[in-house]
């Protein structure tokens, strides 16, 4: 158990939709980033809130945002979805040193 | 543009034997290297890292080699246990181990799965 806890672990929702993820970090993490796993890839860098400011961006697109709230909880909107945002989405925190990651939110655009 | 590469999809070892998972990066200014085992179901969990101005890391049966002039890092692990069994995610990145604002902006290969058949 890493820690860090994401919800939902799994979502099905159809094309055009809008859903959120939602993080809750490790106690004490002020970091939190969201990466994302498509079929048979790596995992791709979407972005990085530190103590509730975005700090570093990575390829996300426009259509998906992020926020990080006062209690240090993250959530990932993902809006007028595709049959492409289908993926793991993963959540990692850290202090210092290397990041822990929870165990997904696997969404499934049909 | 695939800045950290994984060849192998996937390799399969006996139980006592030595593992070698390679990856090679393109991007010179990646200063930190770390290698992740992802369980099915599970997020990845970090294993063992290396810094650029080392060459080796070792923590256990695990052992990292970094060759710079190559741009290549290989995970050993000696010897090989089917609890071992996972994806194994290389992966890097250029704020350093603590510092700077893109520590944990990672940049991650696709991936090995490695099978250890008893």
């Known amino acids: 158990d890493s820690g860090v806890t994401q919800t939902p672990k799994h979502l099905i929702t159809a094309t055009g939709q809008r859903v959120t993820l939602r993080c809750s970090p490790r106690?004490?993490?002020?970091?939190v980033y969201w990466y994302q796993q498509s079929l048979d890839q790596g995992l791709q860098f979407l972005i990085q809130y530190y103590n509730g400011e975005e700090r570093a961006k990575g390829n996300i697109l426009e259509r998906f945002s992020a926020q990080q709230f006062p209690d240090l909880h993250s959530e990932l909107n993902l809006s007028s979805l595709e049959l492409g945002d289908s993926a793991l989405y993963f959540c990692a925190s850290s202090r210092v040193g290397e990041l822990f990651f929870g165990e997904g939110s696997r969404l499934t655009v049909l | 543009d695939q800045q950290v590469k994984q060849n192998s999809p996937s390799l399969s070892v006996q139980e006592g034997r030595i593992s070698i998972l390679n990856c090679d990066y393109t991007?010179?200014?990646?200063?930190?290297f770390l290698w992740y085992k992802k369980y099915p179901a599970e997020g990845p969990t970090f294993l063992i890292s290396?810094?650029?101005?080392?060459d080796k890391n070792e923590d256990g049966r695990f052992t990292v080699f970094l060759n710079k002039s190559a741009k290549h890092l290989s995970l050993h692990i000696v010897p090989s246990q089917p609890g071992d069994s996972a994806v194994y995610f290389c992966?890097?990145?250029?704020?350093?181990?603590?510092?700077?604002?893109?520590?944990?902006?990672?940049?991650f290969g696709q991936g090995t799965i490695l099978t250890v058949h008893p």
């Open positions: 992966a890097a990145s250029n704020g350093g181990k603590s510092g700077g604002t893109s520590y944990g902006k990672l940049t």
């Open positions: 991007n010179s200014m990646f200063d930190y």
């Open positions: 290396i810094s650029s101005i080392k």
């Open positions: 106690s004490g993490d002020l970091s």
